[in-house]
């Protein structure tokens, strides 16, 4: 967990985030959290990212939710699959 203390006189930036990882065998996962306070409370927003992955051996596959929220009412929800496929001892492709 972490927390920004904004150093500039009269303007509001707070910051506080959690980010959480945790492997299990071949499976990767992980959630993490923002919320961002400013001067102008509208302004203020949120961002929640939660993930996974699984190797496969031959490939990763993955996937990603994304979801934004700001003080005004907008929202912005994300869902990303994606897949790794090593091609060589140090390249790979991927598709997201």
Do not use: W
């Not at 930036?13 to 001067?39: E, P």
């Not at 949120?46 to 907008?74: C, D, I």
């Amino acid at each position: 967990m972490s927390f920004n203390f904004e150093e500039i006189a009269g303007v509001k930036n707070d910051i506080t985030a959690l980010n959480l990882c945790s492997r299990a065998g071949k499976l990767d996962m992980g959630f993490a959290h923002q919320d961002q306070k400013n001067t102008v409370a509208a302004s203020d927003c949120g961002h929640s990212v939660l993930s996974a992955a699984y190797n496969l051996g031959v490939a990763h596959v993955s996937a990603q939710f994304q979801n934004s929220k700001q003080a005004t009412g907008l929202k912005d929800n994300r869902f990303v699959p994606g897949v790794l496929v090593p091609v060589a001892t140090n390249t790979d492709v991927s598709l997201a």
